[in-house]
């Protein structure tokens, strides 16, 4: 028997998720995906708990697991959290920030690959990487904590946005003005890159994407 290790099965889960081949409210059944890598139960059990943890799975006692679903309250309303965590963090970031970080904040990104599922993946990963960084360096791990697992929720949404050509450029201008200590250039290029994600979050979901998602109303 494959000894398919979870972590594997949870990556390869939650890349689906993430680029949508797999629908909210979709159950994923484990007799099926046990079978799919010939292990036992148990990894699978345990990708599918982290991926609840992350808020990409919904757990139903007595039926199984289900692609987490959302309403367009909950969407609008983590969206509108985020810029408010984003922007507590940066302010306090920018007063904090040294070379070292610095670099590490430029070395956040592989690189531009293309449109291909795999690209989407690392880019989305790469996206909360750095915003996640950022938070780390306001010096507030609460914040940065609480941030990261709203942009785990988050991370099948940013891919709608299909900035893999753009993000780095974007992170980029934040890292240059927080380089040179200013903290006004680089709120307003963390607000820029926020609003303009969140505008075209919302525009996809209620346009192309609305029968894939089945939100609720307001």
């Known amino acids: 028997?494959?000894?398919?290790?979870?972590?594997?099965?949870?990556?390869?889960?939650r890349r689906s998720i993430i680029i949508g081949h797999r629908v909210?409210?979709?159950?994923?059944?484990?007799?099926?995906?046990?079978?799919?890598?010939e292990t036992s139960v148990t990894p699978v059990r345990d990708a599918?708990?982290?991926l609840s943890n992350e808020g990409l799975v919904m757990i139903k006692p007595r039926?199984?697991?289900?692609?987490?679903?959302?309403?367009?309250?909950?969407?609008?309303?983590?969206?509108?959290?985020?810029?408010?965590l984003?922007?507590?963090?940066?302010?306090?970031?920018?007063h904090r920030i040294n070379q070292t970080q610095i670099q590490g904040?430029?070395?956040?990104?592989?690189?531009?690959?293309?449109?291909?599922?795999?690209?989407?993946d690392r880019y989305t990963d790469e996206n909360r990487l750095f915003h996640y960084t950022l938070a780390e360096i306001s010096g507030n791990q609460a914040l940065a904590?609480?941030?990261?697992?709203?942009?785990?929720?988050?991370?099948?949404?940013?891919?709608?946005?299909?900035g893999g050509k753009s993000q780095e450029g974007t992170h980029n201008r934040i890292v240059s003005a927080l380089e040179i200590g200013d903290?006004?250039?680089?709120?307003?290029?963390?607000?820029?890159?926020i609003d303009a994600s969140s505008e075209a979050i919302m525009d996809a979901i209620l346009d192309d994407e609305a029968s894939n998602w089945e939100l609720g109303a307001l």
């Open 24 to 37: 909210p409210g979709e159950r994923l059944d484990i007799d099926t995906i046990t079978a799919q890598y």
């Open 105 to 120: 904040l430029r070395s956040v990104h592989a690189g531009y690959t293309g449109d291909d599922d795999i690209s989407y």
């Open 86 to 94: 984003e922007l507590a963090a940066i302010k306090r970031a920018a």
């Open 183 to 193: 903290v006004d250039a680089a709120r307003t290029a963390l607000l820029t890159d």
């Open 48 to 50: 599918l708990q982290m």
């Open 145 to 162: 904590d609480t941030l990261g697992h709203l942009l785990d929720r988050l991370a099948r949404f940013m891919v709608i946005r299909h």
């Open 63 to 84: 039926s199984g697991y289900y692609v987490a679903s959302i309403t367009l309250k909950e969407l609008r309303d983590m969206l509108e959290l985020r810029k408010i």
């Open 1 to 13: 028997m494959n000894s398919t290790s979870k972590e594997k099965i949870y990556r390869d889960i």
